[in-house]
């Protein structure tokens, strides 16, 4: 007897992909098939070209036009395949920090928080602050920034809009090698502790290893 289908697929955090074909115009991109838990990185490299920014495209909900999918994508027990890009609750990390350069650390932050109340918010923002080392710059100009310290920004203004699961876009490419292992160290711990379900897409053999999930390679 078949199982009945169902729009809950687990409860527990859980980003799954179930089924995925991929296509730009008629040729196959690639296919998918994974359950990856919360605080855990699955890790996708391959080559320029294998689709891994269509991966992360279908997942955010933004499928450029010429590409179409088939199969589902359950995020935390719920069907998000058609659900849009601003409700599904997926963070994004990128290899540029992408600030808005007229706003101060604390205003960036606070841009992609839940409402709430103001003094709570910013309580919020500055223990948020402390825990990554920047204590004290919720006031500073984001362009004053060195580096990693920008990028340690992005990260909590990702981490702070409260997303259910997180995708990282050669998120450390941009860093030096020492800053890169400490920024990295940082995005997993807090990936870990907040139990975010993870896909990290990177080219570093580096990044791949220090994530310890599963690793995808892309042909
Ligand atoms: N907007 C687009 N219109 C048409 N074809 C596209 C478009 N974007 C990507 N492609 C093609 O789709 C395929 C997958 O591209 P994609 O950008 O997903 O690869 P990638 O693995 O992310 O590559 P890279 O490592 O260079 O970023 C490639 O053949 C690419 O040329």
Redesign the pocket.
């Known amino acids: 007897m078949q199982t009945p289908s169902t729009e809950i697929k687990e409860e527990s955090p859980a980003l799954i992909i179930d089924e995925l074909v991929l296509h730009?115009q008629q040729h196959e991109?690639l296919s998918l098939n994974e359950t990856i838990k919360g605080g855990d990185i699955l890790t996708i490299m391959?080559p320029?070209?294998?689709?891994?920014?269509?991966l992360l495209n279908w997942l955010t909900g933004m499928l450029?036009k010429?590409f179409s999918a088939t199969g589902k994508l359950y995020l935390n027990g719920q069907h998000i395949t058609d659900t849009a890009s601003h409700l599904r609750r997926i963070g994004l990390l990128y290899q540029d920090p992408l600030l808005f350069p007229h706003l101060t650390v604390a205003g960036n932050i606070s841009f992609a928080m839940p409402a709430g109340p103001k003094a709570q918010r910013q309580a919020d923002i500055s223990q948020a602050l402390a825990q990554v080392g920047l204590g004290g710059l919720e006031q500073r100009n984001v362009q004053s920034l060195s580096g990693g310290q920008q990028a340690r920004v992005a990260l909590l203004r990702v981490l702070m809009s409260q997303p259910k699961a997180i995708l990282l876009d050669e998120p450390f490419s941009k860093l030096d090698s020492q800053l890169r292992q400490e920024t990295r160290q940082l995005v997993f711990d807090q990936i870990r502790q907040y139990k975010l379900p993870a896909i990290m897409v990177t080219h570093d053999q580096t990044d791949a290893d220090a994530a310890q999930g599963k690793v995808i390679q892309l042909t």
Do not use: A, E, I
């Open positions: 730009r991109l391959g320029s070209g294998s689709g891994k920014s269509t450029p010429g």
